[in-house]
């Protein structure tokens, strides 16, 4: 079970930095390019205890499940049967460093909604989140609550978080977040590596 967190047992998982939101598709997410410097910092200051998240889409509307449908109805463009494969791919120069890492697909929101991916991190004693990456309204913030419930502490790198919607990043760290001061604490990258060290 998560305990009350210390920084040796501590897991940095960065969210979907990928082609498919830093290049020109309908979800471009331009403050990937901004985050990217400080993302690649926590990535390589512990390679080891990096998990890098990819949002994977179906080939098509009527491959999902439930709600999805409808979803991947109004972004059928985003779909496998037309995009290009290649846009899951991480961005450089994380697809370089990633095998050093843990790659982890997720077809929904929460990382946490990966077959086995809490039990994972129970077996190996993590009791805190680190969390970077796009977007922080979107599978951020779902992947941070379902952390939260399940008892981790999260800790969120504020200049390594980006969003398509500036306002709802901002409603995220301004307004949300601050109503859970137990169990996520808001810190900069250079804070965090200052207290994430070897």
Known sequence: M???GHW???LHVTIDMQRLFAEDTP???PSLGFILPNVVRLCEAWPERTVYARFVVPANAQQASGSWQAYFDRWNMMTGDVLDPAMLDLVEPLSSIADRGWVVDKSTYSIFAVP???ERLAGEQVDTVIMSGVETDVC???SMLAAVDLGYRVVLATDALGSADPKA???VLQHLVPR???QIQLMTTADILERWKR
């Open 140 to 142: 951020v913030y779902s």
């Open 169 to 171: 990043h901002d409603a």
């Open 116 to 118: 086995g991916f809490a």
């Open 2 to 4: 998560p305990g009350r």
């Open 27 to 29: 979800w471009h997410t």
């Open 8 to 10: 040796n047992n501590a």
């Open 180 to 182: 859970l001061p137990e």
